[in-house]
């Protein structure tokens, strides 16, 4: 039993509405899961059937799933009442079908049972992203040419509006961000009308103006102090009024009177027309002492920052305030019209998936709440529903929110923490979170509970987190004041103490973060002269050398054996803000020969294979593509050379390179090569017209010899590519080739995660969200994304819309939106010109606060990833910084909190540049002697040359044995068997083990035939086997627990493992294990149809056995208590 801190014990044993601020590494999930198990045992009549628990990710409901499991196990291994254990047995049983899921399946279910109630057909399949982006896609151009063709006159003036260069991409773009919008409120046209409402309202006390008011008189107090106290210096150091300092003390006087006015404006009118009086600076006395200097400088820099902010103000509010008012109406009719053809698109896409019987994850949301809508039914649910459990609170957002409150009744037990919300681009609002936390505070509806201890880092980590976040994260900037409320605390009892050279935290500053162009002579010859390679970047050099310094040297310690061990690979990740930062990295770890695991990037682990297979399925769906097809005829599968392509090119300019190719006729190697490449295309067009996807590529591996290729080329390549195509298996849009093409993009990244290796961990921080690491390194800290306010309008759901003279949104964007300010839309004047109104400019206030905000929580994020050592990087800003919300980097923050708090200038350090040497390819001479000496030479890894790439267990199976199986039931040929066989094994992977009579056993076969998830039954099919099967007690025992089918597995293993070899190689294993029951005891499955002697079965099949066990092992962190292969047909279970 874990030893609970206060916080988590009140977390536990209080009941009602609980909101729970868990910091990072406080043990969340630890505390949900005991709180869910304490329920269960805690009465007679607690049911898991009983509880509703959300999760973030499926993947998460299934490790929670898996950790009560074992909770409970636990549970029933030291329970001596047998009541009680039947009881946990029937909690155990309950899981699977339990709805721990995510928000998305919850809703799914609810929908299944109660499609009746909103008249909607309950077969529908959902839709991938991709598809249902394609589908919208289709709905929006049809709506579009039909107001087109209308001649609507407000339609026309929407598309005059939208259009630039002759296209309307941003009315396209600006419909795609409204229906993404709607997409996730509780109620759009309630919204859409409030919107348009605040349009038409006085500007005076509306949302939009209230928040611009509240922005501008904060953020002037901040610039009153900063000037009060420059005054005061100068003061201090003024001789007379005409010297600098008695000059500086008269322009400070003057701004400080337009700060005031700014900081005490009570209405919105009140910020227009401010100027600013036509101070020149005095310039510092060569008379000056040095003390002078730095507080002239000083006053200098507080002038500076204070004229620019008043200088902002003035002209955003230039102009006439009647003219802008004015303006923002008009701008009603715009929105009006936009928001009209929104609807239309959206009931053209709802009417498409209605006809395909589609549907994606908002429409069943928003069928849920509409279900939720009708009180008999909310009730029904409320009084079956003891407790709900959400976890990942600050990322729900409003749909999902009014979901909840319908079904639930003062027992929700929300866990989640605003300081790690950063899904802000999926629409999450973690003003949900801090608004009922603010409603608990004030009401005795809800407690309050924070987690601050934090059971992951070293005291030492958490002190320089917390020194940085004390400057930082403050209540103006994202509701959360750290200091006062969130520090994190040393959990653990016990300290851990150091035991290398690595410091606990650095943040390394260079001058120049990226890579140098590499140097050559004055003179220097292409063709002679040596090729340079590029200097590596100082910083990437940095990282390296930090990494070689760790591993096999630097003591880590190990939570698991709870003791030091010398520190590996795997203990280190690199973690950015987005994948091109980590471009330089990859080299130089691939310069090095440092091993890397980098999911995703370019170049991290040679993706190429995956795009070629790609651009091979565009081919054959559609060869007229020119990029597509030159890709592959540069690939592998084409062997072509840049030179070759180019002359195909140049004997037909102006045809599709397709038609070029078929065209051509000249060089002879040419042509064979081109006859070679069209044979293939043609033959694997024949086959994709019956094969699915997986069994395309699985072919075209192994007939080209692509994966020979890739291994010649390292691991990382065919192991990121067996992954992908594993990853098809069962997927609908890789059934058929068109279906794959569709989706080609998306499916790029669906990789599989693979087998674990010893190598660094490269991810972004919002994928490592969740996890920790020993040691982190936190690169390219100077990285600046574009921090503009993204979509083509400008929405919020309080303020309205709006428009006059400032920059446009993101990319020239029209519009922008939001779920309290409503949408906003840029004003357009008579002669064109664009102009901002209230709304646009509340709405970009309220964006860049919010992005800055979510900046802060993604450095949070990736801070407390780290337990042990922490290393932050990148190029030094060049400036101080004099707001909290004017930097825009992690470097910019960093070094705002350094200006601040000193104790932070101990961890910076700023490494020499990287004095290695140049690298330069040379050309050494070799005596003839040496020459033949090295060709004769023995290759010392001869037996890895004979190994295939990839094994299946069956085929290992089948190696071993040296022998065919024998069937000796009256089946016909060998053919027939092997169909029988799978016949068999299919049925027994669908059945129901509890309907167990022959008659329950022949209405499953036929339901399994219709539903076709079994082949046709070939004639004479026996099924007394079957029978026998599900009748077996052992069977009922094993599905008493919990149970996983068909459980595919790939691992990476020494071919001395698994084949009669020595050799050290690795070989790429894949496999199904036929049943995997999870409980008491951990037992493996294998179905077999034999009627070889228990014996020689045993023998057989060991190998297999314990590869299943190593994958099962590996993938679930158990133990396999044993492993089992029964017979079909002669009922038997042997012991392997």
């Known amino acids: 039993m874990p030893k609970w801190t206060d916080m988590q014990l009140k977390a536990l044993t209080e009941s009602g509405n609980l909101l729970i601020s868990a910091s990072a590494g406080s043990g969340k999930t630890t505390v949900m899961v005991q709180k869910i198990i304490d329920y269960l045992l805690g009465s007679p009549d607690a049911d898991i059937s009983r509880l509703v628990v959300i999760t973030f990710t499926r993947a998460i409901a299934e490790e929670m799933k898996q950790k009560l499991t074992e909770k409970l196990y636990e549970s029933l291994r030291k329970s001596a009442c047998e009541a009680e254990r039947e009881r946990i047995r029937k909690q155990i049983?309950?899981?699977?079908?339990?709805?721990?899921?995510?928000?998305?399946?919850?809703?799914?279910?609810?929908?299944?049972?109660?499609?009746?109630v909103i008249?909607?057909?309950?077969?529908?399949?959902?839709?991938?992203?991709?598809?249902?982006?394609?589908?919208?896609?289709?709905?929006?151009?049809?709506?579009?040419?039909?107001?087109?063709?209308?001649?609507?006159?407000?339609?026309?003036?929407?598309?005059?509006?939208?259009?630039?260069?002759?296209?309307?991409?941003?009315?396209?773009?600006?419909?795609?961000?409204?229906?993404?919008?709607?997409?996730?409120?509780?109620?759009?046209d309630k919204f859409i009308e409030k919107a348009l409402a605040m349009l038409g309202e006085e500007a005076e006390g509306s949302e939009a103006t209230r928040y611009i008011l509240s922005h501008y008189r904060r953020k002037a107090s901040w610039y009153i102090s900063l000037c009060s106290d420059a005054i005061c210096l100068a003061e201090n150091y003024m001789s007379d009024k005409e010297?600098?300092?008695?000059?500086?003390?008269?322009?400070?006087?003057?701004?400080?009177?337009?700060?005031?006015?700014?900081?005490?404006?009570?209405?919105?009118?009140?910020?227009?027309?401010?100027?600013?009086?036509?101070?020149?600076?005095?310039?510092a006395r060569n008379s000056f002492t040095d003390d002078e200097r730095d507080v002239f400088e000083e006053i200098k820099k507080a002038r500076y920052a204070c004229k620019e902010f008043v200088e902002e103000v003035r002209d955003t509010f230039e102009g006439d305030y009647d003219a802008v008012i004015a303006a923002e109406r008009g701008t009603r009719a715009a929105a009006s019209t936009l928001f009209e053809v929104a609807?239309?698109?959206?009931?053209?896409?709802?009417?498409?998936?209605?006809?395909?019987?589609?549907?994606?994850?908002?429409?069943?949301?928003?069928?849920?709440?509409?279900?939720?809508?009708?009180?008999?039914?909310a009730e029904e649910l409320r009084n079956s529903i003891d407790s709900i459990f959400i976890d990942e609170y600050q990322d729900t957002n409003y749909l999902q929110e009014s979901i909840i409150a319908r079904i639930s009744k003062d027992n929700v037990f929300m866990v989640g923490d605003v300081k790690q919300s950063i899904y802000r681009f999926r629409f999450a609002e973690p003003a949900i979170f801090l608004e009922k936390r603010e409603h608990y505070d004030k009401t005795r509806e809800g407690l309050n509970i924070n987690f601050n201890e934090n059971f992951r880092s070293t005291e030492e980590v958490l002190s320089f987190i917390n020194l940085v976040f004390d400057e930082i994260m403050v209540y103006d900037l994202g509701g959360i004041d750290y200091k006062k409320d969130a520090r994190l605390v040393y959990g653990p009892e016990k300290k851990t103490k150091k035991k290398n050279h690595l410091p606990h935290a650095e943040i390394a500053w260079f001058k120049g973060a990226k890579a140098d162009e590499p140097e050559y002579p004055m003179y220097y010859s292409v063709r002679e002269g040596p090729r340079v390679k590029p200097k590596p970047s100082p910083e990437a050099a940095y990282i390296a050398d930090r990494i070689e310094s760790a591993v096999g040297k630097a003591y880590i310690y190990d939570n698991k054996a709870e003791s030091y061990r010398l520190c590996k690979y795997s203990d280190i990740a690199i973690l950015v803000r987005a994948r091109s930062c980590a471009t330089d990295i990859i080299a130089e770890l691939n310069r090095r020969n440092i091993p890397f695991e980098a999911e995703g990037f370019e170049d991290g682990g040679d993706g190429a294979a995956i795009d070629t297979l790609m651009c091979f399925a565009k081919v054959l769906?559609?060869?007229?593509?020119?990029?597509?097809?030159?890709?592959?005829?540069?690939?592998?599968?084409?062997?072509?050379?840049?030179?070759?392509?180019?002359?195909?090119?140049?004997?037909?300019?102006?045809?599709?390179?397709?038609?070029?190719?078929?065209?051509?006729?000249?060089?002879?190697?040419?042509?064979?090569?081109?006859?070679?490449?069209?044979?293939?295309?043609?033959?694997?067009?024949?086959?994709?017209?019956?094969?699915?996807?997986?069994?395309?590529?699985?072919?075209?591996?192994?007939?080209?010899g692509y994966d020979g290729y890739l291994l010649s080329k390292g691991e990382s390549g065919i192991r990121k590519l067996n992954a992908f195509i594993f990853s098809l298996s069962g997927k609908e849009s890789a059934s058929n080739l068109r279906s794959f093409v569709k989706l080609c993009g998306s499916e790029r990244q669906t990789l599989l995660p693979t087998e674990a290796e010893d190598c660094v961990t490269i991810t972004t921080i919002h994928r490592s969200k969740g996890l920790e690491y020993p040691i982190v390194f936190l690169p390219r800290a100077d990285y600046d994304s574009n921090n503009s306010p993204k979509g083509s309008i400008v929405m919020d759901d309080n303020t309205g819309s709006a428009i006059k003279k400032i920059k446009p949104f993101s990319g020239g964007?029209?519009?922008?939106?939001?779920?309290?300010?409503?949408?906003?839309?840029?004003?357009?004047?008579?002669e064109g010109r664009r102009a901002e109104t209230l709304s646009t400019i509340a709405l970009k206030l309220k964006q860049k606060n919010e992005q800055k905000a979510e900046l802060i929580r993604l450095l949070y994020v990736a801070m407390t990833r780290a337990r042990q050592h922490l290393f932050i990087s990148g190029e030094e800003p060049s400036k101080s910084y004099n707001f909290a919300d004017e930097p825009s980097t992690f470097a910019q923050w960093i070094k705002f909190a350094i200006d601040r708090r000193k104790a932070l200038e101990r961890y910076v350090a700023r490494p020499a540049p990287s004095?290695?040497?140049?690298?330069?390819?040379?050309?050494?001479?070799?005596?003839?002697?040496?020459?033949?000496?090295?060709?004769?030479?023995?290759?010392?890894?001869?037996?890895?040359?004979?190994?295939?790439?990839?094994?299946?267990?069956?085929?290992?199976?089948?190696?071993?044995?040296?022998?065919?199986?024998?069937?000796?039931?009256?089946?016909?040929?060998?053919?027939?068997?092997?169909?029988?066989?799978?016949?068999?094994?299919?049925?027994?992977?669908?059945?129901?083990?509890?309907?167990?009579?022959p008659l329950e056993a022949d209405a499953q076969i036929e339901e399994l035939l219709v539903a076709g998830k079994i082949p046709p039954l070939p004639e004479g099919f026996d099924r007394e086997p079957i029978y026998k099967a599900l009748a077996n007690p052992e069977f009922a025992e094993i599905f008493k627990c919990r149970c996983l089918r068909e459980q595919p597995f790939m691992l990476y293993l020494p071919a001395r493992e698994v084949l009669d070899t020595q050799s050290e190689e690795k070989v790429l294993v894949q496999g199904v294990i036929d049943l995997l029951s999870l409980g008491e005891r951990n037992i493996i499955v294998d179905y077999k149809f034999t009627s070889a002697p228990a014996e020689t079965v045993r023998e057989r099949y060991k190998k297999q056995l314990d590869i299943y066990a190593t994958a099962a092992e590996k993938a679930f962190g158990i133990r396999v208590d044993a492993r089992e292969i029964y017979i079909i047909g002669r009922d038997e279970f042997i012991l392997a």
């Open 93 to 116: 049983n309950g899981i699977p079908l339990s709805y721990i899921s995510t928000i998305d399946s919850f809703c799914a279910e609810i929908f299944r049972r109660y499609f009746e």
């Open 119 to 188: 008249n909607k057909d309950p077969h529908v399949s959902i839709l991938e992203e991709s598809e249902a982006d394609i589908m919208f896609a289709e709905a929006r151009e049809e709506v579009l040419e039909r107001y087109l063709a209308s001649g609507d006159r407000r339609f026309s003036d929407l598309v005059e509006r939208f259009t630039a260069k002759r296209d309307i991409d941003r009315l396209r773009k600006a419909l795609d961000d409204i229906y993404k919008f709607m997409s996730v409120q509780a109620d759009a």
């Open 243 to 283: 010297g600098p300092f008695g000059k500086f003390r008269g322009i400070l006087g003057n701004l400080l009177k337009l700060l005031e006015r700014i900081a005490s404006a009570t209405h919105i009118r009140d910020l227009f027309g401010i100027t600013l009086p036509e101070d020149r600076a005095p310039s």
């Open 343 to 377: 609807k239309e698109v959206i009931k053209e896409y709802q009417k498409a998936k209605d006809r395909e019987k589609k549907a994606d994850f908002a429409d069943i949301e928003h069928y849920c709440l509409e279900i939720l809508k009708n009180d008999a039914v």
């Open 621 to 704: 769906d559609n060869p007229r593509q020119d990029i597509p097809l030159a890709a592959v005829m540069l690939s592998y599968l084409g062997k072509f050379t840049d030179k070759e392509l180019l002359e195909i090119r140049a004997n037909h300019p102006k045809d599709c390179f397709w038609e070029a190719v078929n065209a051509y006729s000249g060089d002879k190697v040419i042509e064979n090569k081109l006859l070679s490449f069209t044979n293939l295309l043609q033959k694997y067009r024949r086959l994709a017209a019956f094969l699915n996807m997986r069994e395309l590529f699985d072919r075209l591996i192994a007939e080209t």
């Open 813 to 830: 964007d029209m519009i922008a939106l939001d779920s309290k300010l409503g949408i906003a839309v840029m004003h357009i004047d008579e």
């Open 915 to 997: 004095t290695a040497p140049v690298e330069r390819e040379k050309f050494v001479y070799v005596p003839k002697e040496a020459r033949a000496e090295k060709i004769n030479k023995e290759y010392p890894h001869i037996e890895a040359t004979r190994l295939s790439i990839k094994y299946s267990v069956s085929a290992l199976a089948a190696a071993e044995a040296d022998e065919t199986p024998v069937f000796r039931l009256d089946f016909g040929g060998s053919e027939d068997r092997a169909t029988i066989g799978t016949v068999y094994h299919a049925i027994l992977q669908h059945a129901d083990f509890s309907r167990n009579t």
